[in-house]
T-cell receptor, first 114, second 112 residues
């Protein structure tokens, strides 16, 4: 069990640029979640996949955000035309089974918009 | 919808003091309850869990009991250490296709 890994750990970019983050879940986990966490707050749900299917998206996920999970393995989260308000920690988690099962988190990608 | 409320921080304790962080929830059905811990610059680590009423989750000296009658899942530790300084999140997971619902977190600082 190598845990959930996220890349990069930190991303600094200028407003208006596009950024892409990657998440590699625990290998046998079929569910993968993306959350956003701002300073002093708990994680807020963005979207989730079961295998390769994206099953739910939060209202927080504007049209500038897109996520994929090709082949049901790793996932990418892309933000287009970044804005100051996108500065946050983006957390990925994976689980085996339904919502009552624990989710295992990566260390996150911290995004800073200049 | 489902929600979690946990006590506001920050909480500052001396080493070896007793810790309680309160957590209450509102949910339909039969959720599972979790405590996660987040150290600076890191992601969330699962600390303990409970899947049904009266279950007690425990790990690393921390305990929490799933109380359905009071809809609570308070985190306790008998003797805190400096290394326990972190942010603690109470979370709820319900059946079906739902993400975890988190409280806002409680920052704990333990001083020697």
């Amino acid at each position: 069990d190598t845990g959930v890994s996220q890349d990069p750990r930190h991303k600094i970019t200028k407003r208006g640029q596009n950024v892409t983050f990657r998440c590699d879940p625990i290998s046998e986990h079929n569910r993968l979640y993306w959350y956003r966490q701002t300073l002093g707050q708990g994680p807020e749900f963005l979207t989730y996949f079961q295998n390769e299917a994206q099953l739910e998206k939060s209202r927080l996920l504007s049209d500038r955000f897109s996520a994929e999970r090709p082949k049901g393995s790793f996932s990418t989260l892309e933000i287009q035309r970044t804005e100051q308000g996108d500065s946050a920690m983006y957390l990925c988690a994976s689980s085996l089974g339904p919502g009552t099962q624990p989710q295992h988190f990566g260390d996150g990608t911290r995004l800073s918009i200049l | 919808g489902d929600s979690v409320t946990q006590m506001e921080g920050p909480v500052t304790l001396s080493e070896e003091a007793f810790l309680t962080i309160n957590c209450t929830y509102t949910a339909t059905g039969y959720p599972s309850l979790f405590w996660y811990v987040q150290y600076p610059g890191e992601g969330l680590q699962l600390l303990l869990k409970a899947t049904k009423a009266d279950d007690k989750g425990s790990n690393k000296g921390f305990e929490a009991t799933y109380r359905k009658e009071t809809t609570s899942f308070h985190l306790e530790k008998g003797s805190v250490q400096v290394s326990d300084s972190a942010v603690y999140f109470c979370a709820l997971g319900n059946s079906g296709n739902t993400p975890l619902v988190f409280g806002k977190g409680t920052r704990l600082s333990v001083i020697a």
